[in-house]
């Protein structure tokens, strides 16, 4: 059974950092390009990181975290991380991490959530003093 279970979420201050596990079972996590979105309160989910297949080494990063977030994964452990650096209040959102339905590499259209069959449960960041 494919399953991800997110986990890192917590409060923190503006300009602190924080890292988000996203920990796959029931198939091998490096076969596939896997996504994080988030979603906050009021607004739609949106796409904020693709981490492709080690095999193929293509990441995407939306604009409002480029240069502060960034995305790795192990393939010892099945875990994809995203590491979030400097951390606004406009951060704060439930971050879901997903499996593509097919496909080692993250696309063009990596951002769009219908490319992506399995979902995890969440877990909330929230950024405030």
């Known amino acids: 059974q494919v399953q991800l279970v997110e986990s890192g979420g917590d409060l923190v201050q503006p300009g602190g950092s924080l890292t988000l596990s996203c920990e796959a079972s029931?198939?091998?996590?490096?076969?596939?390009?896997i996504g994080w979105f988030r979603q906050a309160p009021g607004k739609e989910r949106e796409g904020v990181s693709c981490i492709s297949s080690s095999s193929v080494g293509r990441n995407y990063y939306a604009g409002s975290v480029m240069d502060r977030f960034s995305v790795r994964r192990d393939k010892f452990s099945n875990t994809v991380y995203l590491y979030m650096n400097n951390l606004k209040p406009e951060d704060t959102a439930i971050y879901y991490c997903?499996?593509?339905?097919?496909?080692?590499?993250?696309?063009?259209?990596?951002?769009?959530?219908?490319?992506?069959?399995?979902w995890g449960q969440g877990t909330q960041v929230t950024v405030s003093s």
């Open positions: 029931g198939f091998t996590s490096n076969d596939y390009a």
């Open positions: 997903a499996r593509v339905v097919s496909g080692r590499a993250c696309e063009r259209d990596w951002s769009n959530a219908a490319n992506y069959g399995n």
